[in-house]
């Protein structure tokens, strides 16, 4: 099961353990999704919070 993640700075201790991130943009929003070997992990923030934590993430990006 997907769980989704608010807090920001728990979203980039588990990228650090992720296999890969995808990066979902949608109008008012992006989803960010975390690949880890047991779960998906989710976080939805806005198009420019957005930015700056994909620059945080040490996993592999892709663009969906």
Known sequence: MPE???DV???IQIA??????NIKRLEREVKLKLRTPK?????KV?????EEIVKK????I???
Do not use: G, H, Q, V
């Open 4 to 6: 989704e993640i608010f």
């Open 9 to 11: 700075d728990k979203f």
């Open 16 to 21: 650090d353990r992720a296999e890969y991130c």
């Open 39 to 43: 779960k998906l992990y989710t976080l």
């Open 46 to 50: 806005n198009p420019t919070k957005a």
């Open 57 to 60: 993430l040490r996993c592999e």
């Open 62 to 64: 892709r663009e969906i």
